[in-house]
């Protein structure tokens, strides 16, 4: 008898202990930053066997703001980066350069699919350049082209590996002077600097660990307009990240885009790189 009634203290301790244990990130903002620098540098003097001077740098930035209460939750993401190079007596090039700002706000019912309404900003961080020509020519700035998109649906976020979100998109494009061939009407004689549509949006962020100090990163969005659903947009963003310590990580990124507007060609930027990272908080 005595070693029954331990054993149902025991399991009553467990239980009490289990019950008491709380979510510590409930009704509080969890933020976390993300800096990183990647340099890459070559120099020659009196070299015999041939070369060229060559410098590069990507600074990036990665700052996530989260807030979880009872029910619903809410997530604010701000990436991006911006980097040049510089080969011999060649100009500066722009070699990165983009940012956006994805805000995202769940309502969780107790459902295996969650509602969900999101906003996501979308622009160069600076002034971009076509360096295929003996001068270069200016093709992109600040907002110009800018992308703003905003979506209602539904989405999975029970993972921490793997959350994906379906759902109603509008988005709104906008141009200056250098990206109206984006937002132009072709059909109209006026040119056009904002365009409008409705359509779909999926959006999947996968995060998984390949081992111990091995993390692979995926965020994979599509999108199409109801008058052209056999189009789609596709923006696909890859790293692999190798921690060798606490501040100095190597990085293989992949970054896939199709966007009719755009180019008609899928475009492609792949980098290795070996990079200072600090984590603030």
Do not use: C, H
Not at 102 to 122: C, G, K, M, Q
Request: proline share 2%; hydrophobic share 40%.
């Amino acid at each position: 008898m005595k070693k029954v009634f331990l054993l149902l203290l025991t399991f009553s301790m467990g239980n009490l202990i289990v019950a008491q244990e709380a979510d510590s990130t409930l009704n509080k903002w969890t933020p976390s930053l993300l800096l990183s620098l990647n340099l890459s540098q070559i120099a020659f003097q009196d070299w015999s066997k041939g070369g060229e001077s060559a410098f590069s740098f990507t600074l990036g930035g990665d700052w996530v703001m989260n807030y979880k209460a009872s029910n619903w939750s809410f997530k604010n993401q701000l990436k991006g980066e911006w980097g040049q190079s510089k080969q011999g007596t060649d100009i500066k090039k722009i070699t990165s350069n983009y940012a956006f700002n994805e805000t995202v706000f769940y309502y969780d019912p107790d459902w295996l699919f969650v509602p969900f309404a999101s906003n996501l900003i979308r622009t160069p961080i600076s002034n971009g350049f076509d360096y295929s020509e003996e001068v270069k020519k200016q093709i992109v700035a600040f907002f110009d082209p800018g992308y703003i998109t905003q979506t209602v649906g539904f989405a999975y976020d029970k993972s921490e590996v793997i959350k994906t979100r379906l759902g109603i998109a509008f988005e709104e494009s906008f141009s200056n002077k250098f990206a109206a061939q984006y937002t132009d009407d072709k059909e109209t004689a006026e040119l056009e600097t904002f365009r409008y549509e409705t359509g779909i949006e999926s959006m999947t962020d996968l995060n998984l660990k390949l081992d111990d100090n091995v993390v692979y990163k995926s965020k994979l969005r599509l999108f199409s307009g109801f008058d052209r659903m056999k189009v789609w947009d596709v923006a696909w963003d890859n790293t692999f990240t190798a921690e060798v310590n606490k501040w100095l990580n190597v990085s293989l990124s992949f970054i896939l885009v199709y966007k009719v507007s755009e180019s008609l060609r899928t475009q492609m930027q792949e980098g290795l790189q070996v990079g200072i990272v600090y984590n603030l908080f």
